[in-house]
């Protein structure tokens, strides 16, 4: 049995790949699982397969779910992976998450033996750190409160720092508001604390000296 040898990366993150073998028998739904199993990212949300030319156009839909199903468009747990084989690099492109809009591409690299001992499909090299699977979604939200004013010390939650404590994130140049790098700059520093204190002791202390002199 054909065992067809497949190319996975991110639009955003090229550097960013993963290598998976399927069988020609198994369907888009297998396809579909092993992805997102193999960049780190849960099987909550629809997406959509969709057989792509040289240039990325999107052309037969194969779908996840049955309700998304219209005239011409395929379901995954239906439909094989042979039957949308066009030419020697097939492409496909992956969209995951409408909320997000992951965008995967998706490319045949090569037709390999079946190793009878291995378990299809599977995920046989990994390149690169995949990205947060919901860390777009938070940025989004934090966009959506600069845009509604909210002041900067209220912008960063808890959740959104437990989510990308680990990354810096930052917001286009030509955004007017940025979101601070370090938690740090969300509180005053003990210098700033010190030059308001000193110059509160200073007041009080020509307060004092105005004090004398009446006496």
């Known amino acids: 049995m054909a065992i067809y040898k497949f190319r996975v990366t991110f639009e955003d993150y090229e550097d960013i790949s993963r290598d998976i073998e399927i069988k020609s028998s198994q369907t888009f739904f ?40 219209e005239p011409g468009v395929k379901l995954m ?40 001992k291995a378990s299809y499909p599977r995920c046989i090299k990994i390149v690169g750190t995949a990205p947060k699977q919901y860390k777009q979604q938070l940025i989004a939200k934090l966009k959506e409160e600069v845009e509604k004013g909210v002041d ?22 030509d955004e007017e508001t940025s979101l601070h790098e370090d938690e740090s700059d969300l509180v005053d520093s003990p210098d700033e604390e010190n030059e308001e204190g000193g110059e509160e ?14 006496w």
């Open 77 to 116: 747990k239906s439909a094989k992976i042979a039957s949308f084989i066009e030419q020697p690099n097939q492409r496909f492109l992956f969209l995951y998450d409408k909320d997000v809009r992951w965008s995967l591409f998706i490319e045949l690299i090569k037709l390999v033996p079946e190793d009878a």
């Open 152 to 173: 900067d010390d209220k912008i960063v939650d808890d959740e959104v720092y437990k989510a990308i404590a680990d990354e810096k994130i930052v917001f286009d140049e």
């Open 30 to 69: 297998d396809f579909f699982q092993i992805i997102l199993q193999s960049v780190g990212f849960d099987t909550k949300h629809a997406g959509s397969f969709f057989v792509s030319d040289d240039y990325w156009r999107k052309h037969a839909e194969i779908t996840l779910k049955e309700e998304d199903v």
């Open 201 to 214: 002791d200073e007041h009080h202390e020509d307060e004092e000296h105005e004090g004398n002199d009446a």
